[in-house]
């Protein structure tokens, strides 16, 4: 017989560094999760990508057991590292701090895909432009 799942969390921890601290430990407390268990578990399987930010999707069973999904980094980190900046603009929209490529933008889409709901590497590829306008970021032919 299948578990029942009691609750989903989702969490953004950079990869190799999860540790009991907030947010990791008050979120899977709550849920009586073993939190060591879990930080041993992600930092073993994120350990090839220490500080970059990862989501995870934590699936809390009734017996408190728990399974969880990694996911690709946010695009706003790959838009940060293509274009090399620390942070997007303090007012999008009337701010700009950079520049990237369609061509740029098809590389991230392509490493996002399965994450993103979109048929194609063009409207992925849209998705990701949205999100670099939304942080200040202009996007040019190329």
Do not use: W
């Not at 017996?63 to 969880?68: A, I, L, N, V």
């Not at 980190?77 to 293509?82: D, G, M, N, Q, T």
């Not at 701090?97 to 933008?105: A, C, H, R, Y």
């Amino acid at each position: 017989m299948a578990k029942k799942a009691k609750g989903f969390i989702n969490l953004t921890i950079l990869g190799g560094s999860a540790n009991p601290s907030p947010p990791v430990g008050p979120a899977l407390g709550q849920h009586g999760v073993n939190i060591m268990d879990f930080c041993n578990g992600f930092n073993k399987k994120t350990e090839d990508s220490k500080g970059i930010p990862i989501p995870v999707v934590i699936t809390v069973y009734e017996d408190r057991s728990f399974t969880f999904i990694t996911k690709k980094p946010p695009a706003s980190y790959f838009i940060k590292k293509a274009v090399k900046l620390k942070s997007g603009a303090n007012h999008p929209g009337r701010e700009t701090v950079g520049q990237i490529s369609m061509t740029q933008l098809k590389k991230i889409a392509e490493e996002k895909m399965e994450d993103l709901n979109a048929n194609d590497i063009d409207a992925a590829a849209r998705i990701i432009a949205g999100s670099a306008r939304s942080m200040g970021i202009e996007v040019v032919e190329g």
